[in-house]
Structures are given as structure tokens and as C-alpha cells.
């Protein structure tokens, strides 16, 4: 075993390319192109959202979060659909963001429509993210992918 970032032996040099190997299969996998950041981190998808979370800048302290001073047109609002794993809907409530549930579609399933009406509710707010899972761990249901 050794550390990826050390090329000064045979095993370091061996594990590096083995770490560049699997980014690259996991890119091709999911079709990323070269412009596109695949983030590793070690703990699965609740450990990647914190990630992404942190580095937006969308986590802070509890007790800091009165001095902040946003006005509500200032937070960000987060879009989450009811299919989503707990690490992609629990993890955003604790940001500065506001999370709203999608309701489901007549047959269940997330509705771009219901998307559509939510974003138009909220079209007065600086910053909307869209955290949606492609498919549940689940059912096993696909999420439409809306373009």
C-alpha cells in the first residue's frame, strides 16, 4: 500500500495509476467530458453533498446564521423532489437555503411541471439549486431529465 501522491516508489507509482484509471472509467461511466469535475470523497453521496455544500459556502454555524444579515430574496432556495435519498434532502435544511419539496405528479413520479409552478414562485430569489437524483436507490424509477 502506499499514498497516491508519492511516485518516489514502484508501489506509489502502481496505486497513482491505479487511481488515475478508476477517475477515468468513472467519467466515462456517467459520460462526463473533460471540462467536467468528478469529486471523490471517500464516504459515498451524503459526504459529497456536504462537500458541495461547504464549498458553495452554504454551511455555516447555527448561531451564526441571524448575523448574516439575508434578506429573503438573498437565500438561496433549493428544489428537492420526494424521491430523493436522505443525504440529498436532510443535508440542504441544514444550509442557509430554504428547501422545498416538489410535490408528486398525478402518478406519482416527480413532475417537471410541478417543478415549472415552483421556480415561478420562487423566480424573485437570487439563487435556485436543483438537487434531484437521476435515478432512486429505491425503486429503481428514473428522475425526467428536464433540458
Same mark, same amino acid.
Given at each position: +500500500?502506499? =499514498?497516491?501522491?508519492?511516485?518516489?516508489?514502484?508501489?506509489?507509482?502502481?496505486?497513482?495509476?491505479? *487511481?488515475? +484509471?478508476?477517475?477515468?472509467? &468513472?467519467?466515462?461511466? @456517467?459520460?462526463?467530458? !473533460?471540462?467536467?469535475?468528478? +469529486?471523490?470523497?471517500?464516504?459515498?453521496?451524503?459526504?459529497?453533498i456536504n462537500k458541495l455544500q461547504r464549498l458553495l459556502g452554504l454551511k455555516v !454555524?447555527?448561531?451564526?446564521?441571524?448575523s448574516l444579515g439575508f434578506t429573503e430574496r438573498d437565500r438561496p432556495v433549493i /428544489? @428537492?423532489?420526494?424521491?430523493?435519498?436522505?443525504?440529498?434532502? &436532510?443535508?440542504?435544511?441544514?444550509?442557509?437555503?430554504? @428547501?422545498? +419539496?416538489?410535490? !408528486?405528479g398525478e402518478d406519482g413520479e416527480v413532475s417537471p411541471a410541478q417543478l415549472e409552478?415552483?421556480?415561478?414562485? *420562487?423566480?424573485?430569489?437570487? /439563487?435556485?439549486?436543483?438537487? /434531484?437524483?437521476?435515478?432512486? =436507490? @429505491?425503486?429503481?424509477?428514473?428522475? !425526467?431529465? &428536464?433540458?
Open positions: +500500500m502506499a =499514498n497516491t501522491h508519492s511516485e518516489s516508489s514502484l508501489t506509489g507509482q502502481t496505486i497513482s495509476q491505479a *487511481y488515475k +484509471m478508476a477517475r477515468q472509467i &468513472i467519467k466515462q461511466h @456517467v459520460n462526463a467530458g !473533460p471540462d467536467d469535475i468528478l +469529486m471523490l470523497t471517500g464516504s459515498g453521496m451524503t459526504s459529497g !454555524p447555527e448561531w451564526q446564521t441571524a /428544489f @428537492v423532489s420526494h424521491m430523493e435519498h436522505h443525504s440529498n434532502h &436532510i443535508s440542504w435544511a441544514e444550509t442557509i437555503g430554504d @428547501v422545498i +419539496m416538489l410535490e !408528486p409552478r415552483s421556480l415561478n414562485l *420562487y423566480k424573485h430569489r437570487y /439563487f435556485k439549486i436543483g438537487a /434531484f437524483t437521476a435515478c432512486s =436507490n @429505491v425503486t429503481g424509477r428514473t428522475t !425526467p431529465i &428536464i433540458s
